[in-house]
């Protein structure tokens, strides 16, 4: 007991090499500090990961959302094909889509129907050649997608109409042209005009003129992630044809009136084809954009989720094999008088390092991946501060669980245990 006494008087430059010895040879520092190298490199590709997996989840996210002009839910289509020997002529064609149209509306769970040869979310379509009358033209094309639409088109898919009026049931072939025109085209061909009564015609000499009618809000016509174009609205009783898509407005769950809805067009003519049954909600999950943005978003989060879980994991090895090499410097500072409290900030403060060193690694290399990933994100900056500091605190985060349970052990040894086997 009296041989311990000496001890308490040593000056703290004696003790210090008892308290900084992590072990009794260099090898296992030369393994704690290439473990905490790697540590600093996983932690650093986590944060990499997650950061490209939060852009694109937050990319998806906003382009589920855009705004598409038009109510989606509750919404119906249905492709209708009919024979071309059955309807030759427009005429033809004209009273085949209205049977069809006052069909459907009559089904049971049916609010309102309209067609169109292009649904929204999908593609440019057929594009047409235009000129403004009136104003002086040297031969240049306005080249701009348009789209054949039926009278209560615009009602059923809910646009929103600025200025004018909708098609009219009697505005066929017989009748002067019309057409209706989005906000982009306004905007591009009519500056600081109303476009409302303004002509517009085709390129040939001899091409009548038509006039615009009605001003709608741009409707999401191609890709969800791309701008608004100029686009063009004709009746389709005035340009009939066999090929046309129904887009049915019902009070209900719109898959189960799919079967009604084709039931009912095959008894007006059974020879007619009618394929790709869908809601609109479908179309615009199922789109071509949302699929590379969703599967870019899962592929990557994979990764970001297996580097975190590794991360994490090699974190508690590194402390954990620390705690154990400095077992004898944890007994003696306790055995001089250390609290609980002092040793687990000892042993956070390392694994609190090494998350610092990887998460600001991984920060700068995130800004440096995100520059990549640029051409993937819709409406995300590469940059994006709360994603960058959502994944930083997830990394902290991690890397405190993984460091409490070696941190606890340290605080648990007993100080002559460690000191006896020593």
């Known amino acids: 007991l009296f041989s311990l006494t000496p001890a308490v008087h040593l000056s703290r430059s004696e003790i210090r090499p008892g308290l900084t010895e992590g072990s009794r040879g260099s090898t296992g520092n030369a393994w704690r500090h290439l473990g905490s ?14 950061v490209a997996a939060g852009l694109l989840g937050k990319s998806l996210y906003r382009l589920l959302r855009v705004d598409v002009g038009f109510e989606a839910d509750r919404l119906l289509m249905l492709q209708v094909a009919a024979p071309r020997s059955s309807y030759a002529n427009g005429a033809q064609a004209a009273a085949f889509a209205r049977r069809v149209l006052d069909r459907i509306a009559g089904l049971p769970g049916v609010n309102s129907v309209g067609l169109t040869t292009d649904i929204p979310i999908s593609h440019w379509g057929d594009t047409t050649w235009f000129r403004i009358v009136g104003r002086p033209w040297h031969g240049e094309h306005n080249d701009t997608p348009e789209r054949d639409v039926s009278p209560g088109y615009f009602t059923t898919i809910g646009a ?15 009748k002067p042209r019309v057409a209706i025109v989005n ?28 006039q615009i009618i009605g001003l709608i809000e741009n409707i999401k016509e191609g890709a969800l992630d791309t701008a608004n174009r100029p686009v063009l609205y004709f009746p389709f009783n005035q340009t009939p044809a066999s090929y046309f898509i129904l887009v049915v407005r019902t009070s209900q769950a719109g898959e189960s009136l799919l079967p009604s809805i084709s039931s009912a067009v095959h008894r007006i003519n059974p020879a007619v084809v009618t394929a790709g049954g869908a809601t609109m909600n479908e179309r615009i999950n199922d789109s071509q954009s949302a699929y590379l943005h969703r599967s870019s978003a ?24 620390s705690v154990s090499q400095r077992t004898r410097e944890i007994g003696i500072r306790m055995a001089l008088g250390a609290e609980r409290a002092s040793v687990y900030r000892l042993i956070l403060r390392e694994a609190g390092r090494l ?6 690694t991984g920060l700068i290399a995130s800004l440096a991946a995100g520059t990549l990933l640029r051409g993937l994100l819709f409406s995300v900056r ?18 405190l669980f993984a460091s409490f349970l070696p941190a606890r052990r340290a605080a648990a040894v007993n100080p002559v245990e460690a000191l006896r086997a020593e």
């Open 298 to 321: 899962w592929l990557v989060g994979s990764f970001a989720v297996f580097a975190l879980l590794l991360g994490a994991i090699g974190l508690y090895g590194v402390v954990a094999y």
């Open 37 to 50: 190298k790697l540590i600093v490199i996983e932690l650093a590709t986590a944060m990499v990961l997650l």
């Open 382 to 399: 590469s940059w994006d501060i709360p994603t960058l500091a959502a994944v930083a605190a997830v990394l902290a985060i991690a890397a």
């Open 183 to 210: 906000r982009a085209l306004a905007q591009q061909f009519f500056p600081g005009q109303d476009p409302i009564g303004q002509q517009i015609s085709g390129l040939a000499s001899d091409a009548k003129p038509i």
């Open 160 to 174: 929103r109409l600025l200025r004018g009026r909708y098609f009219l049931e009697n505005e066929d072939a017989s």
């Open 355 to 360: 998350t610092a060193l990887g998460v600001a």
